[in-house]
Each structure stands twice: as structure tokens, then as C-alpha cells.
């Protein structure tokens, strides 16, 4: 029986007779796009063929691929001042060699709204031409992102992600913009690129030398792009905030795919920079704003991120209505404020100053509230499957579990022992979800999975929760890795200090360390 490697690029390729023996190959139009890609036969099953999940490959789904219209190559503008979208297949290194040149790629979190030299933006818009033109190989990561990365970035995939709502408008809007103008859109494009190519490095499935280069070209654009687009924001501005949100967004997300766990922090805090005072902000339901707020606003509380914006007024002009991040996540205002407050509290431990942290009599309201907290039926009127219904039932479990275990470790300091009922629990829910959805579901927040995980005492519960990060490795998300690792060197110092352990959550004993992980 022929074996087959993981993600091997090589696969591409078919299996060749002699010469003068050469068997008539007959296309197909049915099969999934990563079989029709290798030339070979797909069993059609969906969504997942079979045939790719033997080979422990990426199937790329059989739905209907990004169309596009294709200009003459030698590129350049329109009648109408837009730049023509180019067949040329050249090697990306050479697309951005003079942009280099003109203008430096800023350092992560230098969000100062300030005026740039003079001669940086009419020299950095000379050369955008260039940068707007689309070859195959920018085509292969939007479609990588349209096929794979939205659907695998949320737990249960529905259509209105903003993964598709939001972002990838913004990101077309970037591709046609008239060649004298540079904003955070063209910015947001680059980042979905950069966060494309990084993902297909990861799983294996593009040529490293290749994507690497492509990576690293677009990532560079997207956060010059950005620094124009910062420079002349208008934070009152609402449709302008949110983009250049939703590209901040995209530069954390490059750090959730390679693992990185060094400049998030100081992404968010950038964003809160770009945010007018909370007590003028209104947000409409469902709106765009609405969905990038949230997802920032994740960010700042699980990352438990210092900031001297008000977050807590923040949190608290969210709409009340359901929402992206509860639909999706199980994330509601509820959950965003408990957190938010245990943070503030154990911030504020020890001091004698009132106003250092919220109150323990108000934490244990909060905490009563949590305890009567417990998920009701999930609607499934909302999702497409019964099993997507059933999946979102037991991600709503994982995030009570993990929000009593916080409460449980934070507020009394109790030790692991006394919360391995509730860590079983909610490994088993997650264990659950995993095998209802299949491989078809996506990838949940990290956070409710370190705070249970953390807390594995015995050696079959830890394995029980490295074997579910290694499921989810098949996502393309290296701050899965990132996670996992950080929890093994947390159970080996809690396993040689039991005393101190039992005192010390994982995110105080990370931030004694070096290691650091984007927590969606």
C-alpha cells in the first residue's frame, strides 16, 4: 500500500507511465479542488472527501472558486484610473523591490498620529501600481482565504462571518482602488495575503521558498499601508475606524497563524489609540463596527491586555442583541464583563487604595450570576446541520466551565485539585464537539481551552487535552502549538512547586517567562 506524507508538496504531481504508454486522461468537473489539482480521482464526499483525509491533506472543498478576470500583462491603469488586474506570473520578490526603497516598513505597535515626512506619501504612491496588480499567485491566497481560512477560524461555519461580511469587502475594495490613493482597505488586502501565505506554509501545501518571500512581502505592505491609513484617520469617523481596525486585526491574526506571541499586545493597545473616548462611541447592532469591536475587545480582556482605556465602558455599549461572538463563540457582554472584573481584581490585589479593583462582594455576585449561567438549548434554526446545532451547544458549555474555573482560581485561589470536577467536564464537551462536527468545524478560542486545560491535575486528563490540541493542529494555526507548549512547561513547574502552584494561574506563571500566546 502506498503511504502518503503529511502535507507533502510534492503530491501535486501524478504518478507518470513510460513514454508510448501514456493512458488518455479524462477530466472531471465534480471532484473537490484539491484532487482536481493533483489529477486524480475524488469520491466526491462532502464536505470532506475521503480521499484527502487518507492523504492528511487540506481539502479545499468543492465550492465555487474566485473568478478573474484576467488584463493584458504588461499592467498599468484603466480608462478610469484603476489598475488593471495582470496575468503575469513572476516571482513576488520583484513585485515590491522599489517600494522597499521608498518608504520602511514602521516597527510593530508605533500607532503615534502624527504627520509623515513630506516626501513619503507622493513617492510611496508613485510605485502603487505595481502593488495593486494581482498575478496567480496573489489569486491562490484570496482563494486559499475564501475556501479554507473563513470557515476554519470559527468553531461553526455559517455565511455571515466577518471573515466574508467584513473583511474580505474591505480587502476588494483595496485591489481597486484608484492608483493615487493609499488607505487602510489596500492595507487589510496585504494582511489577508500575508495570513494566507503563512497558514499554507504551516499546513504544508505551498512551496516554502516561495510563500515564505510572500509572506514577508505582504506583511511589509500591509503594515505601511496601515501607518498612512493611521496618520490620516479621523477617529470620529466610523466606516475609517473600522477598517483600520479590522487591518490591526489582521496583523494579530499573522501572529495567531505563526505563533508569535511578541507584538499582539502592542496591536491592541494601537487599536484602543485609534478609538475615540468610549462615552462617544455608539454602536448599532450587527453593524460592522460591531463584529471588529468585539473581536478587539476579546483581545483586550483575555489577553488581560494593560491599557488605560476605559474597557469597561466599552464593553458596556455593546449592543445586547445576539451578536457575532455569541453566535459563533459563545462569547456574550455577560462573560466579556466577568472576566474583565476578575482581571481588575486580581490586578488590584493587595492594595489598600478603593478604587485599585472591583470589590470581592461584587465578584461574588458576578460569580453567583455565572453559576446560574448555565447554557440554554441552542436555536437551530440559525444553522445549516443538525450536528453544527449540537457543536455550538457544547462550545456554550466550554465557555461556562471555563468562566467558573477562572472564577474558581482567580478570586479564591483554589488549588487544581478542587476544580477537576468541572475540568473533566468541559474536556469532555470539547472532546464532544470534536466528534459531532468532524473535521468539518473550526477552530474555537483558545483562552476557555488553556483555562481548563491548565488545570489538568492527573497524567490521562493531560493527555486527554494535548490530544485535542493536536487535533485542532489540521487548522493551520501555530498559536495551537504555541498553546500547548506553554501548557506543558506550566504542568512540569506546577508538578516542582506545589505550594507556589497552587496560588499561581498559568497567565501570571507566562507572564514570568518568555512565552506569550495570542488567546483567540
Known amino acids: ?11 501535486t504531481t501524478s504518478n507518470r507511465t513510460p513514454t508510448g504508454s501514456r493512458k488518455k486522461k479524462t477530466r472531471t468537473f465534480s471532484g473537490c479542488w484539491t484532487c482536481r489539482s493533483r489529477r486524480i480521482k475524488c469520491d466526491e464526499r462532502r464536505p470532506v472527501c475521503d480521499r484527502c483525509s487518507r492523504a492528511r491533506i487540506a481539502c479545499q472543498g468543492h465550492g465555487v472558486r474566485l473568478n478573474w478576470t484576467n488584463a493584458p500583462s504588461s499592467g498599468g491603469t484603466s480608462t478610469d484610473g484603476r489598475p488593471t488586474v495582470s496575468g503575469n506570473d513572476k516571482s513576488a520578490a520583484s513585485a515590491d523591490n522599489r517600494v522597499g526603497a521608498v518608504f520602511a516598513a514602521t516597527g510593530s505597535g508605533q500607532y503615534a498620529n502624527r504627520t509623515p515626512p513630506p516626501w513619503s506619501y507622493p513617492r510611496f504612491r508613485s510605485v502603487q501600481v505595481d502593488e495593486l496588480a494581482v498575478p496567480s499567485c496573489q489569486r491562490d491566497l484570496l482563494h486559499h482565504w475564501v475556501s479554507f481560512m473563513c470557515k476554519n477560524m470559527v468553531p461553526v461555519d455559517l455565511v455571515d462571518t466577518p471573515y466574508r461580511l467584513v473583511y474580505l469587502p474591505f480587502a476588494f475594495n483595496g485591489i481597486h482602488l484608484p492608483v493615487t490613493q493609499s488607505n487602510s482597505n489596500l492595507a487589510l488586502f496585504h494582511g489577508l495575503c500575508a495570513a494566507s501565505a503563512e497558514n499554507q506554509l504551516y499546513l504544508g501545501v505551498a512551496k516554502p521558498s516561495v510563500t515564505k518571500l510572500l509572506a514577508a512581502r505582504h506583511s511589509r505592505l500591509a503594515l505601511q499601508h496601515l501607518q498612512l491609513a493611521i496618520n490620516f484617520q479621523s477617529p470620529r469617523d466610523s466606516h475609517n475606524v473600522t477598517a483600520v481596525l479590522s487591518e490591526i486585526l489582521f496583523c494579530i491574526l499573522g501572529d495567531v497563524v505563526g505563533g508569535e506571541g511578541r507584538n499582539w499586545r502592542g496591536h491592541v493597545q494601537g487599536a484602543l489609540g485609534c478609538l475615540a473616548d468610549p462615552s462617544e462611541i455608539e454602536v448599532q447592532a450587527g453593524s460592522h463596527m460591531h463584529m471588529v469591536l468585539e473581536q478587539l475587545l476579546c483581545l483586550a480582556v483575555f489577553g488581560n491586555v494593560q491599557t488605560t482605556y476605559d474597557i469597561g465602558t466599552l464593553i458596556s455599549k455593546l449592543p445586547g442583541a445576539s451578536s457575532y461572538m455569541s453566535q459563533y463563540h459563545g462569547v456574550d457582554k455577560f462573560i466579556l464583563r466577568s472576566v474583565f472584573a476578575i482581571n481588575q481584581y486580581v490586578a488590584g490585589r493587595g492594595s489598600r487604595s478603593d478604587t485599585a479593583s472591583v470589590s470581592k462582594l461584587e465578584l461574588r455576585r458576578l460569580e453567583l450570576q455565572a453559576s446560574l449561567y448555565a447554557p440554554a438549548t441552542v436555536s437551530p434554526g440559525i444553522y445549516l446541520r443538525r450536528e453544527d446545532a449540537q457543536a455550538a451547544m457544547h462550545y456554550a458549555h466550554v465557555y461556562y466551565y471555563a468562566l467558573l474555573i477562572y472564577f474558581q482560581r482567580c478570586l479564591y485561589q483554589s488549588s487544581p485539585e478542587s476544580v477537576s470536577g468541572m475540568v473533566d467536564r468541559a474536556l469532555w464537551h ?23 486545560a ?67
Open 1 to 11: 500500500m502506498e503511504t502518503v506524507d503529511m502535507f507533502d508538496p510534492s503530491m
Open 430 to 452: 470539547l472532546e464532544r464537539a470534536e466528534e459531532i462536527a468532524g473535521a468539518s468545524n473550526g477552530c474555537i478560542l483558545l483562552w476557555p481551552c488553556l483555562v481548563i
Open 454 to 520: 491548565a488545570e489538568c491535575g492527573s497524567s490521562c486528563m493531560k493527555a486527554r487535552a494535548l490530544e485535542w490540541f493536536k487535533r485542532k493542529r489540521r487548522h493551520g494555526f501555530a498559536s495551537v502549538d504555541t498553546g500547548a507548549s506553554i501548557l506543558t512547561n506550566y504542568w512540569k513547574w506546577r508538578d516542582e512547586n506545589p505550594d507556589e502552584a497552587s496560588r499561581t494561574t498559568w497567565q501570571e506563571f507566562v507572564r514570568e517567562t518568555e512565552d506569550d500566546v495570542v488567546p483567540i
